[in-house]
């Protein structure tokens, strides 16, 4: 046997090394950012309020709910399955908390731990028909999507019912104190600083290569500028919105989840090859059943928002926003045979999807117009990707 | 005048420099044997000649009968008369023998295919090989010798004139290699030429006319297989002597730590079928029990049943260090400290998407958690040990496990199930695709777990593995253990004629 061992280390040679690293860092993450500062950029000529502090304000409000959604699309996705129902989730779990708030005078307290409850117990039953029945995902939340929608319909009496209570129309329209964004901006960026700290200090531990210094010190100046550019431009129009501080609190969370714990882990490992995961002592069908728990749950925390945002409850609610969170993740580089995918690729395919809708509405675009620019740009992207990864295959 | 010239073919993926300058060269009508280590660019240079890689991936130039070729596409190559079995066998399972052997080459007439004309030809191709089934027939529900003799039945249906089989016999039983050997032979005679990839000596030397060596990337010599011996080809193979194969030491069994009682079971989609009937078996601590048979007696069920990972219903008791337990997941038999490495790499131990480290941590995921916090340093940390343990050839750690040779996704798995620390360990065909030198290392480490206490299954159809490791030996036939042997008094004869029926 040669005595070649080719290990991390030793393989990389100096040259390779920046190479190796650059391309360990998401490179597809920073194309995606690129392609929305480019939409941006280009609304921004055509259009001259799409920039200001307010309509971006705006635009990350109205992305909050795809966002949140997509978040759990994602795990679908990458466990190998699909969840249609999500909009009319949204949709149902929405009515319920419109009627314990109005009809029922409930606090806002117990309407959240109510809505919240709902979407996880339909979340469960979908989840168990697909894991512990065998029924193709695909199957179960078509019929979910028709089903939550009719019972919409039913409980509300087909009315649009308003919000009045006004603490629980602070969920999706308030806004956090300006001096608070700061606060939250400087614990993030010490948070980044700690933790590209501690992984330096952890790789070395173990002697590793440890990242070169300029290079983290590179992502650290650019990710705190983000935010640091971020936080001013909110509190130049009022402060952060409240909405979008669950996007971030959630797709922190989610990533964590993802990337971090054995359920994650083992969500990727059920949606790239069932069979070897099932052949590691992984429990397959308990976890795709938690992965539809989690998809409900998020759905009715959509719910809260945009119920809140809108002061109503409607029968229209969350119509098709599954093919939005659907588009969001694949936009973000989730692939729909499973086994991989990224919260945060889903979150920016999100921001992409609202960009889009957003400037075209501020042009004045026909809606006819909007969907056929939505479509064509969601199988532009897919085909980007695939065309990109191929190349890279193939060399 | 050469069939086939390849002539400095140079191949490059991300990190790993496949091929470096590599010639090859075959004659009109030989069989070729091309021989290296796992990793050594075998399977890369064939799929460059197939067209799998394009031209313009790679550098160098080919030759068909003098005449330069660039090959664009598969269809380019199989133009050309280049036909290629791979290492993993490609056909349609849900599709009937007749239509995947004429597939993307229906006969039609108008548009339409014509369905009788299909299967009458199809016959003719299977009657050729040798192959008694119907081309009506599932894939599926082919053994999987059967299903290579199909491949080879489409190969030559494209009129082929070179016919590349990259380890053909790694999953066949004796007979059917007798078969494949016979078949190819009578191809050599009609002017076909042949590569063949295998890690088997014996095959090699029983086949091949000339015989080409690979080390990492580069042709080490080509041979005259009549002037070569066998460990003249391993030497050039791994670039030293290498002197004893099978590494036998003196195992000291201990107690019982499984005990398997009366145990049966079923068909998972025949119902009232057994596969298993009625087996006893005991496995001591510190002891390689070898299971040998013919393909399809039923030792991958019984390893399966054991592990809690097979559909069909099992009776009977299993008892683990003396008290019984009842195995009804994988879960739970990995908690009783059982570990099975399965003989299926691709579908059944690897998630191919997912990199080395991911892999190897996979059964024993806790051992890298804190706080329910994965800990990507321990991580990196223990993908490390085993490639380091068992030499697995990779450019890095974060390498996915799907671009990796067969035999170092072989050690993958192993690795795997070593992170999981089994108490028993069952292996299914642990050393398949895998070459000399890194199954002198599996045997090894084999060896060295035995030595810590592991108890050792080892389900083999290479009898000299089964002969050469092995302290007892189990032959199982139709779901039965025949014949129990102690290693002194086994041989390939009595093995042989025991797994067939003849006692
Ligand atoms: N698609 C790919 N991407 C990256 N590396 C690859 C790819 N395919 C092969 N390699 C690398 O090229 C080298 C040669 O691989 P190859 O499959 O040709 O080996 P082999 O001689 O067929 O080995 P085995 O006997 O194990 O089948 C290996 O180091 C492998 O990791
Ligand atoms: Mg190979």
Redesign the interface.
């Known amino acids: 046997m040669q005595a070649k061992i080719e290990t991390n280390e030793n393989t990389i040679s100096k040259g390779n090394a920046l190479k190796h690293l650059l391309g360990k860092m998401d490179v597809r993450a920073y194309t995606m950012v690129a392609a929305v500062i480019l939409i941006w950029l280009l609304f921004g000529m055509l259009n001259d309020t799409f920039l200001t502090a307010r309509n971006l304000s705006n635009l990350f409000t109205q992305m909050s709910v795809t966002a949140i959604l997509a978040i759990g699309m994602v795990l679908v996705i990458v466990s190998g399955h699909i969840d249609l129902s999500v909009g009319s989730l949204v949709g149902l779990t929405g009515g319920v908390a419109a009627i314990m708030s109005n009809w029922m005078g409930m606090p806002t307290s117990a309407v959240i731990l109510g809505t919240l409850i709902v979407g996880l117990l339909l979340g469960m039953l979908q989840g168990w028909l697909v894991a512990y029945q065998a029924i193709p995902a695909f199957i179960v939340t078509l019929g979910g999507m028709m089903a939550f929608r009719g019972a919409l319909m039913g409980i509300t009496k087909s009315t649009t019912i308003s919000i009045s209570d006004p603490s629980f129309a602070l969920l999706g329209n308030a806004y956090f104190a300006k001096g608070f964004g700061l606060i939250m901006a400087a614990i993030a960026i010490a948070f980044l600083i700690y933790s590209m700290w501690t992984n330096r200090k952890s790789r070395q531990k173990y002697g590793f290569e440890i990242p070169s210094f300029s290079l983290d010190i590179g992502k650290l100046v650019f990710f705190s500028l983000l935010i640091i550019v971020f936080v001013l431009v909110m509190n130049s129009y009022k402060g952060i919105p409240f909405p979008i501080i669950f996007v971030i609190l959630l797709a922190i969370l989610f990533t964590f989840l993802a990337k971090k714990t054995r359920f994650g882990r083992h969500v990727y490992a059920i949606g790239g090859n069932v069979d070897a995961a099932r052949l590691s002592g992984i429990n397959i069908r308990w976890k795709t059943m938690m992965v539809f728990v989690l998809s409900g749950l998020l759905a009715s925390i959509a719910a809260l928002v945009l119920t809140s945002r809108l002061s109503s409850a409607t029968i229209t609610a969350g119509q098709m926003y599954e093919l939005d969170a659907i588009a969001a993740c694949v936009i973000g580089g989730t692939s729909l045979i499973g086994g991989s995918g990224t919260i945060v690729g889903a979150i920016i395919g999100a921001l992409v999807m609202t960009s889009l809708d957003n400037g075209m509405s501020l042009m004045g675009l026909e809606s006819f117009w909007q969907y056929v620019a939505k479509g064509t740009i969601l199988v532009f992207a897919v085909w980007l990707d695939i065309t990109s990864r191929r190349k890279k295959a193939g060399k | 005048m050469y069939a086939l010239e390849m002539i400095e073919i140079t191949k490059?993926?991300?990190?790993v420099k496949a091929l470096d300058r590599v010639s090859f060269k075959v004659k009109k009508g030989e069989i070729h044997a091309l021989c290296g280590?796992n990793g050594a660019g075998k399977s890369t240079l064939m799929k460059v000649l197939s067209g799998l890689?394009?031209a313009g991936?790679y550098q160098g130039e080919i030759q068909i009968d003098g005449e330069k070729k660039e090959f664009h596409q598969i269809m380019d190559a199989e133009k050309a008369g280049i036909a290629i079995i791979h290492q993993e066998l490609a056909l349609v399972k849900e599709m009937t023998v007749g239509e995947n052997i004429f597939l993307g080459a229906e006969p039609i007439k108008r548009g339409v295919i014509q369905w009788d004309e299909l299967y009458h030809q199809a016959a003719g191709w299977l009657k050729k090989v040798g192959l008694k089934v119907s081309p009506e027939t599932k894939i599926g529900t082919l053994g999987i010798g059967q299903q290579q003799l199909v491949e080879i039945a489409k190969a030559l249906s494209k009129n082929t004139k070179i016919l590349i089989l990259d380890e053909p016999t790694a999953a066949l039983t004796e007979s059917e290699v007798e078969i494949l050997m016979g078949l190819l032979h009578q191809l050599r005679n009609n002017g076909v030429s042949c590569i063949y990839i295998s890690h088997k000596m014996p095959e090699v030397f029983r086949l091949a006319d000339s015989i080409t060596i690979l080390?990492?990337g580069r042709t080490i010599a080509t041979l005259d297989s009549k002037e070569a011996d066998d460990d003249k080809v391993v030497s050039l193979m791994?670039?030293?002597e290498?002197t004893e194969r099978y590494p036998r030491v003196k195992h000291t069994p201990l107690e019982t730590v499984l005990e398997v009682r009366n145990y049966s079971v079923s068909h998972k989609d025949i119902p009232g079928k057994r596969v298993i009937k009625d087996i006893n078996l005991t496995l001591r601590k510190g002891e390689i029990l070898g299971i040998a048979g013919l393909m399809g007696a039923g030792r991958t069920e019984l390893a399966m049943s054991l592990?809690g990972?097979y559909e069909g219903k099992a009776e009977g008791e299993v008892l683990i260090d003396g008290k019984p337990v009842q195995i009804r997941?994988?879960?739970e038999?990995?908690q009783a400290g059982l570990a099975?490495v399965?003989e299926d790499r691709k579908?059944?131990?690897?998630?191919?998407?997912?990199d080395i480290k991911?892999n190897t941590t996979?059964?024993a995921?806790?051992k890298v958690?804190k706080w329910?916090?994965?800990h990507t340093?321990e991580e990196?940390?223990w993908g490390?040990k085993y490639?380091?343990d068992l030499?697995?050839?990779?450019?890095?750690?974060?390498t996915t496990v799907g671009t990796l040779s067969g035999g170092n996704q072989q050690k993958v798995v192993l690795g795997?199930w070593l992170m999981a620390d089994p108490k028993i360990l069952i292996l299914d065909e642990p050393t398949r695709g895998i070459d000399v030198?890194?199954k002198?290392?599996i045997y090894h480490l084999m060896n060295k777990l035995v030595e810590r206490g592991v108890a050792i299954i080892m389900i083999s159809s290479e009898l000299p593995e089964v002969l050469g490791m092995s302290d007892r030996i189990l032959v199982m036939r139709d779901g039965t253990f025949v014949k129990e042997i102690e290693w002194r008094e086994a041989t390939q004869e009595n093995i042989m004629l025991a797994a067939t029926g003849g006692i």
């Open positions: 490059e993926f991300p990190g280590e890689y394009p991936t080390r990492d791994v670039g030293r290498l592990f990972a997941s994988v879960q038999a990995i099975l399965t579908r059944l131990g690897l998630v191919l998407g997912m991911t996979m059964a995921l806790e958690t329910g916090t994965i340093n990196i940390k490390q490639v380091d030499r697995t050839k990779t450019p890095s750690l974060e795997k030198g890194a002198y290392e």
